[in-house]
């Protein structure tokens, strides 16, 4: 098997991979060949979409606390909306 390296587009000859390998390649333009088992690519995808799941589970939570926050700023300018117009109707009433 044969495999361009490189920008120069030179033949590099590779050895044959085992069964149950697979050739992953490129970089930046420029191409690299690693031999990489089924297992480890299996292990990889696993580690992905646990990280994906956990960004999932943060972002949830971030959305829980945003809505959380929401609710207490939106109590709060009701609050001093009301304490504002007591404020103002006293001042007429002077």
């Given at each position: ?6 920008p ?8 044959r ?7 992953i390649?490129?970089?930046r333009?420029?191409r690299y060949?690693l ?7 299996q292990?990889?995808?696993?580690q992905q ?9 943060l ?6 606390k945003v ?6 700023v939106?109590?709060?300018f009701?609050?001093i909306s009301g304490?504002?117009?007591e ?6 009433d002077r």
């Amino acid at each position: 098997m044969s495999a361009c390296s490189g920008p120069s587009s030179r033949r590099v000859s590779l050895p044959r991979p085992k069964r149950g390998r697979r050739i992953i390649a490129a970089h930046r333009g420029r191409r690299y060949a690693l031999l990489v088992s089924q297992p480890e690519i299996q292990r990889q995808v696993r580690q992905q979409r646990g990280d994906i799941d956990a960004l999932y589970e943060l972002v949830e939570r971030v959305d829980q606390k945003v809505d959380a926050l929401d609710g207490k700023v939106d109590r709060r300018f009701d609050e001093i909306s009301g304490q504002l117009t007591e404020v103002l109707r006293q001042l007429r009433d002077r």
